[in-house]
C-alpha cells in the first residue's frame, strides 16, 4: 500500500523569497515520487521526479526536491518565488508501475508582489 | 514527454443526459487512464482504458455510468451517462510509457451539470 500526505492545504509567499512545499510519503516498496503542478484551467505538469537515482532531484522552472528516506519525505523548494509559479501542486507516489498513482490533495501556492 | 489532446475542453450539461470526450494522444504512449477531479479536490482514478478490450475500474467507478472506449493504441473516450450536479468535476486523460513510471496528462475537460 502507498500513500501521500501534503502538509499544508494552502501556502502565502512573497515574490522573490523561497518556496518550501511539504510532503511525506508511505510506501512498501521503493517508491517512485513525483511532484507535478496544475495552474488554472490547465493540465497537470510534471515538474521532477525521482527514481532511485540521486536524492536531489532539479525540476524545470528553478524547482527541486530532496528525498530523504529516513524521514519519508520529499519536500519541493525553490530559492525564489516568482508571480508565475502561483498554482496548485501535487506530490505523488507510485511503487513502479504507471497505473498506481497516488495522489496528494494538494498544496495551493499563493505568490504575493 | 507525451503530447495529450483532449476535448472539449469544457461543457455545460443538462441533468440526465450524456456527455463522450475524447482523448488522443501521441506514439510514445502506451498506457493510457481516465481521472476524475472534484472541485477543491485531488485527483481520483477513474479506470485504466485497455485497447481493443474493456476498461479495468477502480473501486467506486462501474461501466454503466463511466463506459470507456480505446479501439486503438493513441486513443479513447470517456462518456459520462446520466448525468447529476455531483458529476459536475474535471475529468483528465492521461499516458504512460512503457520505459517510465510517470504519466503525462492531458488538459482536462472541465464539466458543469445543471
Known amino acids: 500500500a502507498q500513500s501521500v500526505t501534503q502538509l499544508d492545504s494552502h501556502v502565502s509567499v512573497s515574490e522573490g523569497t523561497p518556496v518550501l512545499l511539504r510532503c511525506n510519503y508511505s510506501?512498501?516498496?521503493?517508491?517512485?515520487l513525483f511532484w507535478y503542478v496544475q495552474h488554472p484551467n490547465k493540465g497537470l505538469q510534471l515538474l521532477l521526479k525521482y527514481t532511485s537515482a540521486a536524492t536531489l532531484v532539479k525540476g524545470i522552472n528553478g524547482f527541486e526536491a530532496e528525498f530523504k528516506k529516513s524521514e519519508t519525505s520529499f519536500h519541493l523548494t525553490k530559492p525564489s518565488a516568482h508571480m508565475s509559479d502561483a498554482a496548485e501542486y501535487f506530490c505523488?507516489?507510485?511503487?513502479?508501475?504507471?497505473?498506481?498513482?497516488?495522489f496528494g490533495s494538494g498544496t495551493q501556492l499563493t505568490v504575493l508582489p | 514527454s507525451a503530447v495529450i489532446s483532449q476535448k472539449p475542453s469544457r461543457d455545460i450539461c443538462q441533468r440526465g443526459t450524456s456527455l463522450t470526450i475524447q482523448c488522443q494522444v501521441d506514439s510514445q504512449v502506451t498506457m493510457m487512464f481516465w481521472y476524475r477531479q472534484q472541485p477543491g479536490q485531488s485527483l481520483t482514478l477513474i479506470a485504466t482504458a485497455n485497447q481493443g478490450s474493456e476498461a479495468t475500474y477502480e473501486s467506486g467507478f462501474v461501466i454503466d455510468k463511466f463506459p470507456i472506449s480505446r479501439p486503438n493504441l493513441t486513443f479513447s473516450t470517456l462518456t459520462v451517462s446520466n448525468m447529476s450536479p455531483e458529476d459536475s468535476s474535471i475529468y483528465l486523460c492521461?499516458?504512460?510509457?512503457?520505459?517510465?513510471?510517470?504519466?503525462?496528462f492531458g488538459p482536462g475537460t472541465r464539466l458543469t451539470v445543471l
Open positions: 510506501s512498501s516498496y521503493s517508491p517512485s
Open positions: 505523488v507516489v507510485t511503487t513502479g508501475s504507471a497505473r498506481q498513482l497516488t
Open positions: 492521461s499516458g504512460g510509457t512503457a520505459a517510465g513510471d510517470e504519466q503525462f
